[in-house]
């Protein structure tokens, strides 16, 4: 663990985008000490500062009710990154065990589980999350839950090709003829072998769920105001093109950053552990 | 050809069973919906009789299978119910929106393919050295922010501070095409005005590029991880001794045979244009299905979200049976399996 932290880190983009998403992390877990103006997270108005360009004190500039829009990122990627946390530690146990099952278990229980897999992941993603919150009410949870239902899929794949290649190894036919459990070989014996590919996956995913959820929202299926959210924030700005430019310009940055950084690291995961499938 | 035409025939059979399921997921994602559609349909002034009514024509108060039956049984005959939103049959709407969404999304994808597989032909001939840095840090910014991001940018950079495109819609105002197949860049050209048709191709050319942004940045990582696998191949090596030109090497013997998994993952990514194509057409003003189909959706216009996201699905299940089967064409060792 410790020589492949070393590794990572030689690579210059892996570290840039280590430093990218430390930045993003800290900024958003010392929000409350950072943000120059945390009441602004809510509904607050001061139309003394409305719509001011970049500049002191509000480093970039307010929204049309005056609000620093610099506060109102940092609280953005506070939910931005417990959305992207919450959705990953639902969708990838789920997605894991029933690749396992479709993969070891054959028969029934894969063409089964594959084809359920083929269905979900035929309905462009952005467009099965956009029904799922058209049919529920617009909320954080719900929100979550959509992109939850639509994310599982891509683990049981990856872990589906992976388990089909183990299965005829060596040490799992070991274990099956010393009698062990299937449970115990699916999750024991060949659920290590998914881990490395399962967490640059997972690193690279960080990045999708909050692209995703930003789309949500930019779509006003996601958070609702006055929650501050990257995506609503852009869809707010883009009807002050071009001259309130800083409103949409900024959040956007705000998520490309945030995206970008994880992407970079994922990257680097994946050339050291040859994850790649 | 006749491996190639079992396969066909296979990849058709899965697709539809597929599609089937999508059907049902879709359906049943429409019939969780909190509440009485049609009372949200009808909104709390209606009377009950009418209430009523409604419930009755949707076949609302019939156990879902049956509902599901009467679903699939309009289906057969190209009828997916009315919309509550605009009173009119869903496959009236989907056919008057769906063309502009489906010319934005195909140029994207031909941009995608265009600039995207060029660029990983580039990086991976150029592995460790600047071109390839460069490459690789632009396509993974690519993929880095959301569609409608890049569709932000790039109309502030070249709508507004340099005034090279139109701002928003298909076509300016002056220009009355008669609508033919519903594709402005087509319609224009069958209507010989060409002043239209480079106005149509003007509007079009910043969002389709913000659109297709992503999908460049995705090809292009791709076509150099699987060139530079088979650059590793003994045959490359050899050509490389007989000092063959290093662009043929590139262009034909390690392109080739890289193309192929990257065809499978673009079918994969034209998913990925469909849905972005929402959030492009919504900063752009492009009117397309985006808007009809977040207008449903905010008013729980049961029958138009099932048929809007089943089009889509099944349009995105044509895509791929196309490139599987273009794939199976270019693998010689699938397409030759007869001949052995």
Same mark, same amino acid.
């Given at each position: 663990?410790?020589?492949?932290?070393?590794?990572?880190?030689?690579?210059?983009?892996?570290?840039?985008?280590?430093?990218?998403?430390?930045?993003?992390?800290?900024?958003?877990?010392?929000?409350?000490?950072?943000?120059?103006?945390?009441?602004?997270?809510?509904?607050?108005?001061?139309?003394?500062?409305?719509?001011?360009?970049?500049?002191?004190?509000?480093?970039?500039?307010?929204?049309?009710?005056?609000?620093?829009?610099?506060?109102?990122?940092?609280?953005?990627?506070?939910?931005?990154?417990?959305?992207?946390?919450?959705?990953?530690?639902?969708?990838?146990?789920?997605?894991?065990?029933?690749?396992?099952?479709?993969?070891?278990?054959?028969?029934?229980?894969?063409?089964?589980?594959?084809?359920?897999?083929?269905?979900?992941?035929?309905?462009?993603?952005?467009?099965?999350?956009?029904?799922?919150?058209?049919?529920?009410?617009?909320?954080?949870?719900?929100?979550?839950?959509?992109?939850?239902?639509?994310?599982?899929?891509?683990?049981?794949?990856?872990?589906?090709?992976?388990?089909?290649?183990?299965?005829?190894?060596?040490?799992?036919?070991?274990?099956?003829?010393?009698?062990?459990?299937?449970?115990?070989?699916?999750?024991?014996?060949?659920?290590?072998?998914?881990?490395?590919?399962?967490?640059?996956?997972?690193?690279?995913?960080?990045?999708?769920?909050?692209?995703?959820?930003?789309?949500?929202?930019?779509?006003?299926?996601?958070?609702?105001?006055?929650?501050?959210?990257?995506?609503?924030?852009?869809?707010?700005?883009?009807?002050?093109?071009?001259?309130?430019?800083?409103?949409?310009?900024?959040?956007?940055?705000?998520?490309?950053?945030?995206?970008?950084?994880?992407?970079?690291?994922?990257?680097?995961?994946?050339?050291?552990?040859?994850?790649?499938? | 050809?006749?491996?190639?035409?079992?396969?066909?025939?296979?990849?058709?059979?899965?697709?539809?069973?597929?599609?089937?399921?999508?059907?049902?997921?879709?359906?049943?994602?429409?019939?969780?919906?909190?509440?009485?559609?049609?009372?949200?349909?009808? %909104?709390?002034?209606?009377?009950?009789?009418?209430?009523?009514?409604?419930?009755?024509?949707?076949?609302?108060?019939?156990?879902?299978?049956?509902?599901?039956?009467?679903?699939?049984?309009?289906?057969?005959?190209?009828?997916?119910?009315?919309?509550?939103? #605009?009173?009119?049959?869903?496959?009236?709407?989907?056919?008057?929106? =769906?063309?502009?969404?489906?010319?934005?999304?195909?140029?994207?994808?031909?941009?995608?393919?265009?600039?995207?597989?060029?660029?990983?032909?580039?990086?991976?001939?150029?592995?460790?050295?600047?071109?390839?840095?460069?490459?690789?840090?632009?396509?993974?910014? %690519?993929?880095?922010?959301?569609?409608?991001?890049?569709?932000?940018? =790039?109309?502030?950079?070249?709508?507004?501070?340099?005034?090279?495109?139109?701002?928003?819609?298909?076509?300016?105002?002056?220009?009355?095409?008669?609508?033919? #197949? %519903?594709? =402005? #860049?087509?319609?224009?050209?069958?209507?010989?005005?060409?002043?239209?048709?480079?106005?149509?191709?003007?509007?079009?050319?910043?969002?389709?590029?913000?659109?297709?942004?992503? %999908?460049?940045?995705?090809?292009?990582?791709? #076509?150099?991880?699987?060139?530079?696998?088979?650059?590793?191949?003994?045959?490359?090596?050899?050509?490389?001794?007989?000092?063959?030109?290093?662009?043929?090497?590139?262009?034909?013997?390690?392109?080739?045979?890289?193309?192929?998994?990257?065809?499978?993952?673009?079918?994969?990514?034209?998913?990925?244009?469909?849905?972005?194509?929402?959030?492009?057409?919504?900063?752009?003003?492009?009117?397309?299905?985006?808007?009809?189909?977040?207008?449903?959706?905010?008013?729980?216009?049961?029958?138009?979200?099932?048929?809007?996201?089943?089009?889509?699905?099944?349009?995105?299940?044509?895509?791929?049976?196309?490139?599987?089967? =273009?794939?199976?064409?270019?693998?010689?060792?699938?397409?030759?399996?007869?001949?052995?």
């Amino acid at each position: 663990m410790k020589r492949m932290t070393t590794i990572l880190l030689a690579n210059p983009l892996s570290l840039l985008g280590v430093l990218l998403v430390g930045l993003v992390v800290l900024l958003a877990v010392f929000a409350p000490l950072i943000a120059p103006f945390p009441d602004h997270r809510g509904a607050v108005v001061d139309f003394a500062n409305f719509n001011k360009p970049p500049g002191w004190p509000h480093l970039m500039g307010t929204d049309v009710v005056g609000r620093d829009l610099f506060s109102r990122i940092l609280y953005a990627y506070r939910i931005s990154l417990i959305l992207g946390v919450v959705v990953l530690a639902i969708a990838v146990p789920i997605g894991v065990t029933l690749g396992l099952m479709a993969g070891y278990l054959g028969g029934w229980w894969e063409y089964g589980l594959m084809r359920l897999t083929d269905v979900f992941l035929s309905i462009p993603p952005l467009v099965l999350a956009i029904s799922i919150m058209g049919v529920l009410e617009p909320t954080l949870m719900n929100g979550m839950l959509a992109v939850t239902v639509m994310w599982w899929p891509w683990y049981t794949r990856l872990v589906y090709n992976i388990t089909r290649g183990e299965k005829v190894e060596g040490y799992v036919l070991a274990a099956e003829v010393i009698g062990a459990s299937k449970t115990h070989i699916m999750f024991r014996e060949i659920l290590p072998n998914c881990v490395p590919a399962v967490v640059t996956k997972m690193t690279l995913d960080l990045g999708f769920v909050i692209l995703i959820v930003s789309s949500l929202s930019f779509l006003g299926l996601g958070v609702q105001p006055p929650t501050p959210d990257l995506g609503s924030m852009v869809a707010e700005g883009a009807k002050y093109l071009p001259d309130s430019w800083w409103l949409s310009v900024f959040p956007g940055l705000a998520i490309l950053i945030a995206v970008f950084g994880f992407n970079l690291i994922g990257d680097g995961l994946r050339d050291i552990l040859g994850a790649d499938r | 050809m006749n491996t190639v035409l079992r396969h066909t025939a296979r990849r058709i059979g899965t697709s539809l069973l597929v599609l089937f399921g999508v059907s049902v997921l879709i359906f049943a994602i429409a019939r969780v919906i909190p509440g009485d559609p049609a009372r949200v349909a009808l %909104g709390p002034n209606a009377k009950q009789e009418q209430v009523d009514q409604l419930r009755a024509a949707m076949f609302l108060d019939e156990p879902v299978v049956a509902q599901y039956g009467h679903f699939l049984s309009g289906l057969a005959r190209g009828d997916l119910g009315v919309s509550l939103y #605009t009173n009119r049959p869903v496959m009236t709407d989907i056919a008057d929106f =769906l063309p502009a969404t489906l010319e934005l999304v195909l140029v994207s994808g031909v941009m995608m393919i265009a600039i995207g597989l060029p660029l990983g032909i580039l990086s991976a001939r150029y592995r460790g050295r600047w071109p390839d840095h460069v490459i690789r840090v632009i396509s993974l910014l %690519g993929v880095s922010a959301p569609a409608f991001v890049w569709a932000v940018v =790039l109309m502030l950079l070249f709508a507004f501070y340099l005034p090279l495109f139109p701002i928003a819609g298909r076509l300016h105002d002056s220009f009355d095409i008669p609508r033919v #197949t %519903g594709f =402005l #860049t087509i319609d224009t050209a069958i209507a010989g005005n060409w002043a239209a048709f480079g106005d149509a191709w003007r509007h079009l050319a910043l969002p389709a590029f913000a659109l297709a942004l992503s %999908g460049i940045g995705q090809a292009a990582r791709l #076509t150099r991880a699987n060139m530079i696998e088979t650059y590793e191949k003994p045959y490359i090596e050899m050509a490389q001794a007989y000092g063959w030109p290093e662009k043929r090497i590139a262009n034909r013997y390690a392109f080739k045979p890289s193309l192929i998994p990257s065809l499978t993952i673009i079918g994969l990514d034209f998913a990925a244009l469909l849905g972005n194509a929402f959030l492009v057409e919504a900063v752009f003003g492009w009117p397309g299905l985006s808007r009809y189909g977040v207008n449903v959706i905010l008013r729980k216009d049961l029958n138009a979200i099932v048929g809007t996201v089943l089009i889509i699905s099944a349009m995105f299940i044509l895509v791929n049976i196309i490139v599987d089967i =273009l794939t199976v064409i270019l693998n010689p060792r699938i397409r030759k399996a007869d001949a052995r």
